[in-house]
């Protein structure tokens, strides 16, 4: 029996209650993390291997030397699925990741990984990040076969570090889409005033999706807002309200007095199962979150992709998925337009062959699935196991009774007063340290030498 970890806030089969996903971030800020680990950890799930997840344990930087013998011990490889970590904000982690990496003996794999930049990014211009990402692929590469990105513009930026296509890297898409195997099912519908509309937008969009957004939900009465930031699962669940976004637009909900909320047709899932089930119910999903859209093409519902950046573009692109640039979205845009300019069926061509190559760059990487035997296998124990299980779904603030937001917040405070507790036990090692002689004439030292300190870093 092989037994692997993976990197993610949650298992798939250990559903966590609503305030604990917020509290703990188990969704890693977004809620599309959760999607792409369901569908790497459906497909690596077999009759003979077992999957744990580290609930982000590397990138807090948790791990002893003593976890890290354990692991090489107890487990058979780590599994690393990853969204847009070639970016600024995340160039500690993979320095993490690169460390961790190599103190490992047993396999790493990194499936999914992708640039996050511009839409239309300068991939040989020089970045901050380009050091990170070089060590990160290269210690990747020394625990396995190749690593799987996301889309071609994330394959040209790491050909300009130096990585070769085919012998270090492997366009593979999303591997969330693989979530139904080989193929790909689309719903009819007719679009009338009546149609079941999911919207998904995102905080810092321009002020023109926002807009048609906006509009075009009073034109279709049946409409509803999926959000994904764990902010605005927050509002939902606590009332507490929204903050404001990098471009100060005010068309999304920001507190409980939003008619989307007064209304119940403001959404957050906290599992992918829910999610994707709500979906199922809609006639088509419109917006600029990736995952909320491909949610929906994972449960048949039609959708119409809004790319914001490269990392939308690339993914949108390799898939075939009906798109348009967030730039072409004008005043006069409307749902019907989009419809009759948009190939809306050209991914279910597509993703036979894009299926096939996901496969390859599992088998090239000695990687066992439940698609070794068969592209449509009688048994999934992912999916077995998920019918035995009651999934949580976030239930309004508004319709909760005030003894049921009561006990929310008394969740809170107990959980927030548990953080205090480690973080005085913290404090107090960490003061022990400082106290100790050696810290002491160290300090002392870089008193008496300015110059020396700043070289430290002790000093602004």
């Given at each position: 029996?092989?037994?692997?970890?993976?990197?993610?806030?949650?298992?798939?089969?250990?559903?966590?209650?609503?305030?604990?996903?917020?509290?703990?971030?188990?969704?890693?800020?977004?809620?599309?993390?959760?999607?792409?680990?369901?569908?790497?950890?459906?497909?690596?799930?077999?009759?003979?291997?077992?999957?744990?997840?580290?609930?982000?344990?590397?990138?807090?930087?948790?791990?002893?030397?003593?976890?890290?013998?354990?692991?090489?011990?107890?487990?058979?490889?780590?599994?690393?699925?990853?969204?847009?970590?070639?970016?600024?904000?995340?160039?500690?982690?993979?320095?993490?990741?690169?460390?961790?990496?190599?103190?490992?003996?047993?396999?790493?794999?990194?499936?999914?990984?992708?640039?996050?930049?511009?839409?239309?990014?300068?991939?040989?211009?020089?970045?901050?990040?380009?050091?990170?990402?070089?060590?990160?692929?290269?210690?990747?590469?020394?625990?396995?076969?190749?690593?799987?990105?996301?889309?071609?513009?994330?394959?040209?930026?790491?050909?300009?570090?130096?990585?070769?296509?085919?012998?270090?890297?492997?366009?593979?898409?999303?591997?969330?889409?693989?979530?139904?195997?080989?193929?790909?099912?689309?719903?009819?519908?007719?679009?009338?005033?009546?149609?079941?509309?999911?919207?998904?937008?995102?905080?810092?969009?321009?002020?023109?999706?926002?807009?048609?957004?906006?509009?075009?939900?009073?034109?279709?009465?049946?409409?509803?807002?999926v959000e994904q930031n764990i902010g605005e699962a927050r509002l939902l669940f606590f009332w507490t309200p929204f903050g404001a976004n990098k471009s100060n637009n005010q068309l999304l909900p920001r507190d409980i007095s939003h008619p989307l909320l007064q209304e119940n047709r403001y959404k957050f899932f906290v599992n992918a199962p829910t999610w994707i089930n709500f979906l199922k119910t809609v006639d088509l999903?419109?917006?600029?979150?990736?995952?909320?859209?491909?949610?929906?093409?994972?449960?048949?519902?039609?959708?119409?992709?809004?790319?914001?950046?490269?990392?939308?573009?690339?993914?949108?692109?390799?898939?075939?998925?009906?798109?348009?640039?967030?730039?072409?979205?004008?005043?006069?845009?409307?749902?019907?337009?989009?419809?009759?300019?948009?190939?809306?069926?050209?991914?279910?061509?597509?993703?036979?062959?894009?299926?096939?190559?996901?496969?390859?760059?599992?088998?090239?990487?000695?990687?066992?699935?439940?698609?070794?035997?068969?592209?449509?296998?009688?048994?999934?124990?992912?999916?077995?196991?998920?019918?035995?299980?009651?999934?949580?779904?976030?239930?309004?603030?508004?319709?909760?009774?005030?003894?049921?937001?009561?006990?929310?917040?008394?969740?809170?405070?107990?959980?927030?007063?548990?953080?205090?507790?480690?973080?005085?036990?913290?404090?107090?090692?960490?003061?022990?340290?400082?106290?100790?002689?050696?810290?002491?004439?160290?300090?002392?030292?870089?008193?008496?030498?300015?110059?020396?300190?700043?070289?430290?870093?002790l000093l602004k």
């Open positions: 029996m092989k037994r692997y970890l993976m990197r993610g806030g949650m298992s798939p089969i250990h559903p966590l209650s609503p305030e604990t996903v917020i509290e703990r971030n188990s969704i890693g800020t977004n809620a599309g993390n959760m999607l792409y680990l369901y569908g790497v950890y459906r497909t690596l799930l077999t009759e003979e291997c077992t999957i744990d997840i580290d609930a982000y344990a590397v990138e807090k930087g948790v791990y002893s030397a003593e976890d890290i013998a354990r692991i090489n011990e107890e487990y058979d490889a780590y599994i690393c699925p990853l969204a847009d970590a070639f970016r600024n904000d995340f160039i500690d982690k993979l320095e993490r990741y690169e460390k961790f990496f190599r103190q490992l003996t047993i396999p790493c794999y990194v499936i999914g990984c992708g640039l996050k930049a511009p839409y239309e990014p300068q991939v040989s211009e020089p970045k901050t990040f380009d050091k990170a990402v070089k060590g990160f692929v290269s210690a990747v590469l020394e625990k396995s076969a190749l690593i799987g990105l996301r889309g071609e513009i994330t394959g040209d930026y790491l050909r300009h570090l130096g990585f070769r296509e085919g012998n270090d890297y492997s366009v593979i898409g999303c591997p969330s889409l693989y979530i139904g195997g080989g193929a790909l099912t689309q719903r009819p519908f007719t679009l009338s005033k009546e149609t079941a509309i999911s919207f998904n937008l995102a905080a810092d969009a321009p002020h023109n999706v926002m807009a048609f957004a906006v509009r075009e939900m009073d034109a279709y009465i049946n409409h509803y807002l999903s419109v917006g600029c979150k990736l995952h909320g859209n491909i949610a929906a093409i994972i449960a048949g519902t039609p959708a119409i992709f809004v790319t914001l950046d490269s990392r939308m573009r690339e993914i949108t692109a390799y898939h075939a998925l009906p798109a348009i640039p967030y730039m072409e979205v004008g005043e006069e845009t409307r749902i019907q337009d989009l419809l009759e300019q948009l190939d809306m069926r050209a991914y279910m061509d597509r993703h036979s062959q894009n299926f096939q190559n996901f496969v390859g760059f599992l088998n090239r990487n000695g990687l066992s699935h439940i698609y070794e035997k068969d592209v449509s296998p009688q048994r999934v124990p992912l999916d077995e196991a998920i019918t035995q299980i009651s999934f949580p779904y976030i239930q309004p603030a508004l319709s909760c009774t005030t003894a049921e937001l009561v006990q929310r917040f008394e969740n809170v405070i107990d959980h927030q007063n548990t953080i205090i507790k480690n973080l005085r036990k913290r404090n107090k090692k960490l003061e022990q340290e400082i106290d100790s002689a050696q810290v002491q004439e160290i300090a002392k030292f870089s008193s008496a030498h300015p110059h020396f300190a700043k070289w430290l870093g």
